[in-house]
């Protein structure tokens, strides 16, 4: 089946510690997000990619880096710099870059501090 | 349990009842729309999605109304059902700026579907 996979889905950091969350998607799409949700908000913009090699900022990019070497994977690292890290992390993907269409999400990783 | 739907505006209607949950969008130069399904401790579903040139659209179950001159959007669920217990988003797009499918989210509304 086609879809994106996030994971794990619980993880938790120490303080001065940096993770990486995985984001693989199997649909050859060609851009991918990252999104952060707080309980009671709306998903927040932290780094998107529109193609292999290449990202841009997002509104909340403060603390987070990225890397998009494979079309299929889009790993987020939330870095010691983030000192609120706790939060819902999500992946999406879009079909086709700069184009308005629904993006696809995947099923998250929860993100706790120890 | 997952806290997405914390201190959200919480719609309550009982099974069989028809829903309506509304968004305010913020950008007047939005030409794209979208509606998301969210349940708890998963990522968001596409439900519908509508264009600027349009003022209505249907699936099923489902009818998105777009009123542009208030900035106002809706999404209509028909008979609700237990299974449509969820969070509601709102998402706009813009085709400028080359930010093209990049979306703004809302902050969501909590259906709560009572058997």
């Known amino acids: 089946d086609g879809g994106i996979t996030q994971s794990p889905k619980y993880l938790f950091r120490k303080e001065g510690q940096n993770v990486t969350l995985s984001c693989e998607q199997n649909?050859?799409?060609?851009?991918m997000y990252w999104y952060r949700q707080d309980p009671g908000q709306g998903l927040r913009l932290i780094y998107y990619?529109?193609?292999?090699?290449?990202?841009q900022k997002g509104d909340i990019a403060e603390g987070y880096s990225v890397s998009r070497e494979k079309k299929e994977s889009f790993p987020l690292t939330v870095t010691s710099a983030q000192k609120n890290p706790t939060a819902f992390y999500l992946c999406?993907?879009?079909?086709?870059?700069?184009?308005?269409?629904?993006?696809?999400f995947g099923d998250g990783t929860r993100l706790s501090i120890l | 349990g997952e806290s997405v739907g914390l201190h959200l505006p919480t719609l309550s209607v009982q099974e069989g009842d028809n829903s309506i949950i509304n968004c305010a969008y913020s950008?007047?130069?939005?030409?794209?729309f979208i509606w998301y399904k969210q349940e708890s401790g998963k990522g968001p579903q596409f439900i519908i999605d509508?264009?600027?040139?349009?003022d209505k659209r249907q699936g099923q179950r489902v009818t998105v109304l777009l009123n542009k001159t208030v900035k106002h959007l809706s999404l209509q669920i028909a008979a609700t059902q237990p299974g449509d217990s969820a969070v509601y988003f709102c998402?706009?797009?813009?085709?400028?700026?080359?930010?093209?499918?990049?979306?703004?989210f809302g902050k969501g509304t909590k259906l709560s579907v009572k058997p």
């Open positions: 950008n007047s130069a939005s030409d794209y």
């Open positions: 998402a706009e797009g813009y085709s400028y700026g080359g930010s093209q499918g990049n979306l703004i």
């Open positions: 999406a993907s879009l079909g086709q870059s700069y184009s308005n269409q629904p993006q696809h």
């Open positions: 649909l050859n799409h060609d851009a």
């Open positions: 509508i264009r600027s040139n349009m």
């Open positions: 990619s529109q193609i292999v090699n290449d990202f």
